[in-house]
Nanobody, 127 residues
Framework: QLQLVESGGGLVQPGGSLRLSCAASGRTFSSYAMGWFRQAPGKEREFVAVITRSGDSTYYGDSVKGRFTISRDNAKNTVYLQMSSLKPEDTAVYYC????????????????????WGQGTQVTVSS
């Protein structure tokens, strides 16, 4: 019912910035809480950020708090992840995820909370 396509990944130097985008298909984007996760080779998929349906509330993983900002534009069916002060340990494949919810305030931090996933975009932080 929903397709997600991430973009904006690439190679960036430590301390640099990058903005990821996730474009959703369909006409019911505002019915979904949206999250970002990341996964490095051999590592578990890690929670990065989530934003509620309305965009009124956000929540971040401890490792990115203060450096990353999640936002959404429901008119454009797009969610963003603005990343700054990037570190080599931020290197991973970043995934956009969506979960349908009747709650305007609900958000989840577990991979199992989300039913739709994009294919991911690679972010590499290196000199």
């Amino acid at each position: 019912q929903l397709q997600l396509v991430e973009s904006g990944g690439g190679l960036v130097q430590p301390g640099g910035s990058l903005r990821l985008s996730c474009a959703a298909s369909g006409r019911t984007f505002s019915s979904y809480a949206m999250g970002w996760f990341r996964q490095a080779p051999g590592k578990e998929r890690e929670f990065v950020a989530v934003i509620t349906r309305s965009g009124d509330s956000t929540y971040y993983g401890d490792s990115v708090k203060g450096r990353f900002t999640i936002s959404r534009d429901n008119a454009k069916n797009t969610v963003y992840l603005q990343m700054s002060s990037l570190k080599p340990e931020d290197t991973a494949v970043y995934y956009c995820a969506a979960d349908y919810t009747t709650s305007t305030t609900w958000y989840g931090t577990r991979t199992s909370s989300y039913e739709y996933w994009g294919q991911g975009t690679q972010v590499t932080v290196s000199s």
